[in-house]
């Protein structure tokens, strides 16, 4: 069973939710708010801390310099989970696969099998 993290109200989550849905592919959903997080440190670990930080996003243009600058592996953590949205969204845990997004690459990851 895949595990999915994001957040309930994120258009993406919510597509993404509904392929898996239409795909009959058995997944749980988290929402990081309401749920918590799973392992953020093994999900940097796996993708790296570049790659589950989302930088466009509204809450990254208004965090502070300070927080934005050096971001290392042990920050990126503090600073996801302070700030749940600075995430890159949907997040996908297949056992020891972590998949960052719903892009074609993606989709194609979660479809074939582990």
């Known amino acids: ?3 999915v993290y994001g957040l309930k109200n994120c258009d ?3 597509r993404a939710l509904a ?3 239409e795909q ?3 997944h749980r959903f988290h929402d990081v708010r309401k749920d918590g997080f799973g392992d953020v440190e093994s999900w940097i670990a796996a993708c790296g801390h570049e790659a589950l930080i989302n930088r466009r996003g509204t809450t990254w243009r208004k965090l ?3 927080d934005r600058r050096n971001l290392d ?3 990126a953590a503090v600073l996801i989970r302070t700030w749940p949205t ?3 969204r949907p997040l996908f845990v297949s056992g020891n ?4 997004g719903f892009s074609t690459a993606t989709r194609s990851a979660l479809a074939a099998p582990c």
């Open 1 to 3: 069973m895949i595990s």
């Open 12 to 14: 993406t989550c919510r």
């Open 19 to 21: 392929w898996l849905v």
């Open 24 to 26: 009959e592919i058995a």
């Open 64 to 66: 502070p310099e300070q």
């Open 73 to 75: 592996e042990a920050r």
């Open 86 to 88: 600075v995430m890159k």
């Open 97 to 100: 696969r972590v998949l960052v």
